[in-house]
């Protein structure tokens, strides 16, 4: 088996299965995972049903926790184990400017300033991309309860932020997937066509859209 890039970071919005897949890429190559354990965010629950009086809170927790694993990876060898995270912590601003208010983005900003530290660059970055009516349907698949007060409105947002963060990253080699039709959880041919894009993928930004089945 060929081996993967030594930190990859697999990103996208909620239900676009980027914690999925980071799963199974590490129990294929035997890597380190590190994901984001949204549950742990007390939070959340309150945010989706009342976002206005919990989007400061969620999103400092969310904050202090990614920082917290940036840090922890910082201290390891970063070339001892090939490593698979769901999130890039950059992404922790475009959440923010979606759910915070301007007096609480400018606070949030100032936090930001004070905790972030300069992250390892990932070898590869994988976006994965989805409509919001395929997210809607992963999320209602997967039955965490308090995301059944998610709003399309919200994913929306999530959906052109990204789009427009990723138009503009030019950091580390970027793989955009359209991940629409594509089940790389119970399809392993649908798995094997991207694990193979990301193993190749070493440079530059590149689009990768599954082949149609010939039976």
């Known amino acids: 088996m060929s081996s993967l890039p030594n930190y990859i970071v697999i990103e996208g919005p909620i239900g676009v299965g980027k914690s999925s897949l980071a799963q199974r890429l590490a129990n294929d190559f035997s890597s380190q995972l590190m994901l984001e354990e949204v549950d742990e965010n007390p939070f959340l629950e309150q945010f989706y049903q009342r976002p206005r009086e919990?989007?400061?809170?969620?999103?400092?927790?969310?904050?202090?926790?990614?920082?917290?694993?940036?840090?922890?990876?910082?201290?390891t060898d970063i070339f001892s184990q090939s490593k698979i995270a769901d999130y890039l912590i950059e992404k922790d601003q475009l959440f923010a400017q979606v759910t915070l208010s301007p007096t609480e983005y400018e606070l949030y900003l100032q936090v930001y300033e004070h905790m972030i530290i300069d992250a390892p660059k990932p070898d590869l970055v994988v976006y994965l991309q989805a409509p919001v009516p395929t997210l809607f349907e992963r999320i209602r698949k997967r039955g965490r309860n308090y995301e059944r007060f998610i709003e399309s409105s919200y994913l929306e947002q999530l959906n052109e932020v990204y789009a427009d963060f990723?138009?503009?990253?030019?950091?580390?080699?970027?793989?955009?997937?359209?991940?629409?039709?594509?089940?790389f959880i119970n399809n392993d041919r649908d798995y094997e066509q991207l694990k193979s894009q990301i193993i190749n993928t070493t440079s530059g930004r590149h689009y990768f859209n599954p082949l149609p089945f010939v039976s």
């Open 54 to 75: 919990a989007a400061l809170s969620t999103q400092l927790f969310f904050l202090m926790h990614r920082t917290r694993q940036i840090k922890e990876l910082r201290q």
């Open 166 to 183: 990723f138009y503009h990253y030019n950091e580390t080699p970027l793989l955009i997937v359209n991940a629409s039709d594509i089940d």
